[in-house]
């Protein structure tokens, strides 16, 4: 590894990822990099397999065939999962009789996490006042809020979060939006999934598009709407609304992959 | 609500975690949830409720008891004191055990509990040392009161004190039967993962077992009896002195450490092979 051409190690890296549900099959042949430095944003119709490949990766299932790696090795080799990888996947991941605090707490006890980072999240998700109440009385916007409190416990280089806009007010989808760009900017890699185009547009940097468990397209966002939008409209949209596009790009590429599309509309 | 835009702070020291750190943060669970001290209220309650039912009993329908009854409890009263107690507070132990892991499948915490310590089997190992810990400390704290309170009911019956070394080898005994009973409660859980599912499998496996078996004709069914958990532990409150037990105190001491270790063991093999919910 002398060479100084190496490129750097992929934050996630998937080769040939597949998971079959019986007959379905959730994810299929997957192979993508998340790099360090960007928002990655996971995009794709309900049921295009963007949840099931996030819990690949984490190891939260088994593939049938191919690997995951997160910094060069499988999730379940790493010895500091969250100081590595920070996730929210379903929002909804606590003991709702216990305290946000108490569930920041054992999960911080349990990587040997410095007691003070509880605080510190606590503080940094806005969740302070809430932060003694029980979880379970926790509405979906503060839930979301502590799932993104726990992901940010290990201070990780990887963040991957699961619809993390779902149930945040406009003031909490303009905190993640400045949220997710200041991880990237500090280098880290964010690879989030969201089904609103036009939050993906203005926050994502790369884009991955899932449709029926493939990957169907892997580039920048601002790549992905100049090749996907219809030409005349690219040409007639002024460049500074391009972004507002992209769901107009992502309705013709997945046009086919829409499991309940409706026929006769195109 | 505000929060400042990023500025995440880096944690001080770094140091891998240990199998220690996955300790305090079970203990940490089991202290911030309110069914455990619900349950090990429950434990101490039943136990020493029915003992002080039973000894009282005992005592005001002596005179009526054929001379067989009474030589059984005079062999043995310690373990007699003992007995409803236990048998009524492994349903609270077991209860508890199965509630820790099974409430993390169905909260959804596994999927928090399995991101931060992904190779699994140390989750379950922590939470079974942790959960150990404190059943027998609980069980220990609830038999000696049930013990000190039983003794003076029956004192007219039979003398007997808590620094005799028959007393000192049953209330440990007490402590060992809830602390497995407890351990059986959380391998159930981890299989079944639904709180009500592994409640339902415990009980039967307490208490309608036995009464199904003992239905069947036969020396085998007592046998099967025998063998049961439930049945093995109050075997090993007592001292042997009873001539129709069909195994010995350490024999059912072993009986039940095999059920422990076997579904313990099972539910080691679900936990890491099975997919999270």
Known sequence: MTSTATPPVPAIRALGLTKRYGATTAVDDLSFSVLPGKVTGFLGPNGAGKSTTMRLVLGLERPDAGTASVRGRPYAELETPLREVGAMLETRSFHPGRSGRGHLRCLAQSQALPAHRVQEVIDLVGLRDAADRRAG???LGMAQRLGIAAALLGDPQVVVLD?????LDPEGVRWIRG???????EGRAVLVSSHLMNEMAVTADHLLILGRGRLLADCSTADFVRRYTDPQLYADTPAVARPALLEEAFMRLTADSVEYATKGTS | MTASDTGVIAPAAARVPRFGD???SEWTKIRTVRSSAWSLSAMA??????TVFVSSALASSWSTWNAADKARFTADPVGVILEPGATFGQL??????VLLMA???STGMIRASMLATPRRTPILAAKAVVFAVVVFVSAVGVAVPAFLVGSALTSEQASTSLGDAGTVRAVLAFGVFMTLTGLIGLGIGAIVRHPAGGIGAMATLQYVAPLLLSLLPGSLAEHFVAALPATSGQVILSNGSDVNGIYPPLACLGILMAWTAVLLAAGFVSVKRRDVP
Not at chain 1, 163 to 167: F, Q, S, Y
Not at chain 1, 179 to 184: F, H, M
Not at chain 2, 45 to 50: A, I, K, M, V
């Open chain 1, 137 to 139: 009385g926790y509405s």
């Open chain 1, 163 to 167: 619809e993390p806009v779902n149930g």
């Open chain 1, 179 to 185: 949220l997710l760009k200041g991880l990237a900017a």
């Open chain 2, 22 to 24: 996955l300790c305090r």
């Open chain 2, 45 to 50: 309650l039943l136990s020493l409720g029915f």
């Open chain 2, 92 to 97: 609270a132990v077991g209860v508890l055990g």
């Open chain 2, 103 to 105: 409430s993390e499948y």
